[in-house]
């Protein structure tokens, strides 16, 4: 499956953006969905995650802030941000999970200013 990841931009503090990422095929068949992000000089780091069942998880420093969601008969995963600050700039990158394989999606920019 290919992932293409897209709505990033350049937001204020406080903003609000919803990246999405759309699947080239079935996306019903990955146990997990997630969104992950990159700052530059960091490593990668998982933001959020939702499982075929529909269960969330999240990094400690996006709770309540972030929502993923995932629409298995659109093949498309959502990342709902709001309130965001200058910290949550990175590329983020969706990636689709099973236990053996894992694929990911090329990246978008996400700019937050002061």
């Known amino acids: 499956v290919q992932l293409q990841a897209s709505g990033g931009g350049l937001v204020q503090a406080g903003g609000a953006l919803r990246l999405s990422c759309a699947a080239s095929?079935?996306?019903?068949?990955?146990?997990?969905m997630g969104w992950y992000r990159q700052a530059p000089g960091k490593q990668r780091e998982l933001v959020a995650l939702?499982?075929?069942?529909?269960?969330?998880n999240y990094v400690d420093s996006v709770k309540g802030r972030f929502t993923i969601s995932r629409d298995n008969a659109a093949n498309t995963v959502y990342l709902q941000m709001n309130s965001l600050k200058p910290e949550d700039t990175a590329v983020y990158y969706c990636?689709?999970?099973?236990?053996?394989?894992?694929?990911w999606g090329q990246g978008t920019l996400v700019t937050v200013s002061s």
């Open positions: 990636a689709a999970l099973n236990t053996l394989s894992a694929f």
């Open positions: 095929g079935s996306i019903d068949s990955f146990n997990r």
């Open positions: 939702i499982t075929s069942g529909g269960f969330a």
